[in-house]
């Protein structure tokens, strides 16, 4: 086999992830909150993405702001973690991206 593949994550390791980056977010570490919410939204957890994407959101990451958005634009998940699409949340974050990224100068 090509050693030079990524190999897909293991649940395991998925669950360690889980469990540190929720160590860095319950620290308010912005980066992780952000790390966290994404890894829980490529899983279908979309629901459990919303806490730590708002807590990273709250700390001043655009990028967490913007996964937010686009979750509640489009909806996602399916049985117990899905979301519907929410017009109101969806301008709620859309705007509060732009605000940062135009506080810290990025495009």
């Given amino acids: 086999a090509d050693k030079t593949k990524k190999q897909?994550?293991?649940k395991k390791q998925v669950?360690?992830?889980i469990e540190r980056l929720g160590y860095g977010c319950d620290a308010q570490f912005a980066p992780s909150c952000f790390r966290l919410g994404t890894l829980l939204l490529t899983e279908g957890k979309c629901k459990d993405a919303i806490k730590p994407l708002t807590d990273g959101c709250d700390l001043g990451n655009p990028r967490a702001c913007q996964n937010l958005?686009?979750?509640y634009?489009?909806?996602g998940g399916e049985g117990w973690q899905k979301v519907q699409?929410?017009?109101?949340q969806f301008d709620t974050f859309r705007r509060k991206t732009e605000d940062?990224?135009?506080?810290n100068h990025m495009r």
Avoid: D, I, R, S
């Fill in 69 to 71: 958005a686009v979750l």
């Fill in 100 to 103: 940062l990224m135009k506080e």
């Fill in 8 to 10: 897909p994550l293991t």
């Fill in 15 to 17: 669950q360690m992830a």
């Fill in 85 to 88: 699409p929410n017009a109101e």
């Fill in 73 to 75: 634009n489009k909806g």
